[in-house]
């Protein structure tokens, strides 16, 4: 097929969907307003266009028409319901089939009447939907009930990048690092992370009997925010067992992860509607404390893969963190459940043919309508 990805490059989610389809044999370009952070496959094509912002979505509209003309594509996948999504329905082009990706669906139309009436639009023009977790499919369809076929399209790993990490045997160890690797942003609840990982300090130091292993807390990931959590563990006494990373490159995660014995995601909103990185702290075989937010319990087998708590408690956070760090054998075995789970629902191949055969579906359904 010949696919047009209209998407911002500066998400490592569409570059990873462009080089996962070009792998798989097909001819695709992507068009976008944003500038690239990680490279794309050599064979993928991409056209930049320099309109920016809000009404570069607009502005942009005129030239992407003249593009598609040329490229004559057999599907164009526009990913995010309130950008792309306006200019592929002002754009007018079929079959086109809507992503959508979490605060363009959570947020977004909650800002005000227009912002709603304005992804219903995009939502209902659209020829087929998709999303990357059913939590957020029935976001969707809040908005717009009728849309009753949401096709669900999680978001793949490279298990080949993770082919060398295994789950930590079950042996106690004198150091474990607890860690995540996310933007130091609020709702990704890194404070609640800082917070709960203080607990955990606190209550192996009063039970100086356990012999409890020396703890860690690594944060990778960059963000305006880091100066006020990097205060926030200087107030709890902590900041000397904590590191600030910073960015890393996502070709890096595998290695950044490899450094973890605990994997913690304690995310605060519903728009974090797909817990990737929780699938890829699973494929490096690394159990998780997650909490109740958006799309992570649908990536964590409770009890199983790991330990799905209440958003904003540190408390609980703290308790399922300080099992793990006690129990070696515990670790142990959720990091191979984690592992195996990631490799049996998520694999990148898997996914890849998951969007295929949406995209094979959408293109029939529109030429029955034709």
Not at 99 to 106: A, E, N, P
């Amino acid at each position: 097929m010949r696919i047009v990805l209209l998407s911002g490059a500066s998400s490592i989610h569409t570059i990873r969907w462009a080089n996962g389809l070009c792998g798989a044999g097909h001819e695709i370009h992507v068009i976008t307003q944003h500038s690239q952070v990680d490279p794309f496959d050599d064979n993928v094509v991409v056209h930049p266009f320099p309109f920016r912002g809000v009404p570069g979505y607009f502005t942009m509209v005129p030239k992407v028409r003249r593009l598609l003309k040329q490229i004559k594509p057999d599907l164009v996948n526009a990913h995010y319901a309130s950008g792309y999504g306006t200019t592929a329905r002002l754009v007018n082009f079929h079959p086109w089939l809507l992503s959508v990706w979490g605060s363009d669906v959570y947020d977004f139309p909650h800002k005000s009447p227009l912002h709603k009436w304005l992804v219903k639009k995009n939502l209902r023009a659209a020829d087929h939907v998709a999303s990357t977790s059913h939590c957020m499919a029935e976001e969707v369809r809040k908005l717009a009930p009728e849309l009753d076929d949401i096709a669900i399209t999680p978001f793949g790993i490279d298990l080949e990048a993770y082919a060398g990490l295994y789950p930590e045997p079950p042996v106690q160890k004198s150091k474990l690092v607890i860690g995540t690797v996310k933007t130091m942003k609020p709702k990704y609840g890194i404070d609640t992370l800082i917070e709960a990982y203080a607990l955990v300090v606190k209550a192996l130091q009063a039970k100086p009997e356990l012999k409890a292993p020396v703890l860690e807390l690594r944060l990778v990931g960059g963000g305006e925010h880091t100066p006020e959590l990097q205060a926030l563990a200087e107030r709890l006494g902590i900041a000397d067992s904590v590191t600030f990373v910073g960015r890393v490159p996502h070709a890096q995660v595998p290695q950044e992860l490899a450094k973890l014995d605990i994997y913690v995601a304690l995310s605060r909103l519903d728009s974090e509607s797909f817990g990737v990185a929780i699938i890829e702290a699973g494929a490096a075989g690394r159990p998780v404390v997650v909490s109740d937010a958006g799309g992570l319990p649908e990536v964590t087998v409770e009890g199983e893969t790991g330990f799905i708590v209440p958003r904003e408690n540190p408390q609980a956070a703290a308790d399922a963190i300080e099992k793990l760090v006690m129990d070696a054998e515990l670790r142990c075995r959720m990091g191979r459940a984690a592992q195996a789970h990631a490799a049996k629902y998520y694999s990148w191949d898997a996914c890849i043919q998951t969007m295929l055969g949406v995209y094979d579906n959408t293109i029939r359904k529109h030429r029955l309508r034709a």
